[in-house]
């Protein structure tokens, strides 16, 4: 599956963003997926994942109850509405998928085979 991240931008601290991330293929349904983020000099960290059916979703502590990731499979895409944003979101977000037909959701990015290119996020304070 290739996966292409988009919707990033600057932002007010306070402000809200939405990501989206179009995936090719028709099994997008099969894979569960997740959002991460890595920002300047620091290593990249889980943000949000999603099971198959969209049922079952997990948040990073550092995002709950602001970020909130979704999918639509009719349309093979992958949502993470941010609100709420601080200074500490600035990051690239990547959005990245298991592998078919795993059902387990995982927070470690090695567990995810396929990777988008990255949006950029910026939030100004």
């Known amino acids: 599956v290739q996966l292409q991240a988009s919707g990033g931008g600057l932002v007010q601290t306070g402000g809200s963003l939405r990501l989206s991330c179009a995936a090719s293929?028709?099994?997008?349904?099969?894979?569960?997926m997740g959002w991460f983020r890595q920002a300047p000099e620091k290593e990249r960290e889980f943000v949000a994942a999603?099971?198959?059916?969209?049922?079952?979703?997990y948040h990073a502590d550092s995002v709950k109850f602001r970020f909130t990731i979704s999918r639509d499979n009719a349309k093979n895409t992958m949502y993470l509405q941010m609100n709420s944003l601080k200074p500490e979101d600035t990051a690239v977000y990547y959005c990245?998928?298991?592998?078919?037909?795993?059902?387990?959701?995982?927070?470690?990015?090695?567990?995810?085979?396929?990777w988008g290119q990255g949006t950029k996020v910026t939030v100004s304070s």
């Open positions: 990245a998928a298991r592998g078919s037909a795993i059902t387990v959701v995982s927070q470690h990015s090695r567990a995810y085979y396929y």
């Open positions: 999603i099971s198959w059916s969209g049922d079952a979703t």
């Open positions: 293929g028709r099994t997008f349904s099969s894979y569960v």
